[in-house]
């Protein structure tokens, strides 16, 4: 995902519900990123997880596929 829109996620907040992320991008088209970065974390959530929750060791996961 990270070289695909070449980010690098600087820092980033969890919330109860949702997840603020300081992102730093040379060349990365942020409205085409997003969706694909949320739907790649979706598809990593067990049901039984609540959904807005983001874990630093999943986003990490997410970013270096």
């Known amino acids: 995902m990270a ?3 070449e ?3 600087m820092a ?3 919330m109860p519900n949702h997840v603020h992320l300081l992102l730093q991008t040379a060349t ?4 085409e990123a997003m969706p694909d970065l949320f739907s790649r974390y979706a598809r990593l959530l067990p049901i039984s997880s ?3 929750l983001l874990k630093d ?3 990490r ?3 270096d596929r």
């Open 28 to 31: 990365a088209n942020l409205r």
């Open 7 to 9: 980010l690098k996620i």
């Open 57 to 59: 060791e999943v986003l």
């Open 3 to 5: 070289s695909n829109y």
């Open 50 to 52: 609540y959904p807005f």
């Open 61 to 63: 996961g997410i970013l």
């Open 12 to 14: 980033f907040c969890l």
